[in-house]
């Protein structure tokens, strides 16, 4: 009974490299958040995705910033040529339905992005 | 600007006591409102969800929601030293569009033997 795993716990980039985010939702569920959290803040919503589509990306950021959820694997938020200012804990949260019954979100352990 | 609006505390209480914590929201047109409770370098744990007016108990949480006056409360009784965390408000505004959240910033609970 798996919960939302999420990988790697932790991450150190340099400016300028890469990053790769994996969220694997909980079993039956195929609604997908993730959400920034930066250090002593609230958690803000980025991206919603179900399977092959994005639904809302409203709060990601324009430039450097994707987020895809393939028929088959974990949805993988991308951060190109990183920046100091992208330091933060990134969750993935998954629910079954998106709306009516079974709509609460869960939240996977994070991703502890370091840029150094 | 939709915003979710908590105390950020810290809200200090005794062992046993009632701790009694709030959240306003501001889109009159919101549909559900959930309580996460978040360990410092954790990641946020749902403790409840509310969709009606009136309360919701479950254990030694209530929460609490009136949609008029565009609150909702979380009450913990008996607390105890590990209910200590900050617990963040959760409001979906947007029943149309998933369930995604806008979170107030937390109100962290220190719970004192």
């Known amino acids: 009974n798996a919960g939302v795993m999420q990988n790697p716990r932790h991450l150190v980039r340099r400016r300028g490299q890469e990053a790769r985010l994996r969220c694997s939702p909980m079993k039956g569920h195929s609604h997908v958040y993730w959400y920034r959290q930066l250090p002593e803040e609230g958690l803000k919503f980025m991206v919603y995705l179900q399977k092959e589509n994005i639904i809302d990306e409203s709060g990601m950021p324009k430039e450097r910033f994707s987020a895809e959820f393939p028929k088959e694997g974990p949805s993988i938020l991308r951060i190109q040529q990183v920046v100091r200012g992208d330091s933060a804990a990134y969750f993935c949260?998954?629910?079954?339905?998106?709306?009516?019954?079974?709509?609460?979100?869960?939240f996977g352990q994070g991703t502890r992005l370091t840029v150094v | 600007q939709k915003e979710v609006e908590q105390n950020s505390g810290p809200l200090s209480v005794p062992e046993g006591a009632i701790a009694s914590l709030n959240c306003t929201y501001s889109?009159?047109?919101?549909?559900?409102f959930f309580w996460y409770r978040q360990y410092s370098g954790k990641s946020p744990e749902l403790i409840m969800f509310?969709?009606?007016?009136g309360d919701k108990e479950d254990g030694r949480f209530t929460a609490q929601l009136n949609k008029a006056s565009q609150y909702v409360s979380l009450l913990i009784r008996d607390s105890q030293p590990s209910d200590s965390a900050t617990y963040l408000c959760a409001v979906n505004m947007d029943y149309n569009a998933g369930n995604m959240l806008t979170f107030g910033g937390g109100t962290r609970l220190m719970v004192k033997p």
């Open positions: 509310i969709y009606s007016n």
């Open positions: 889109d009159r047109g919101s549909q559900s």
């Open positions: 949260a998954s629910s079954r339905n998106d709306r009516g019954a079974n709509t609460e979100a869960f």
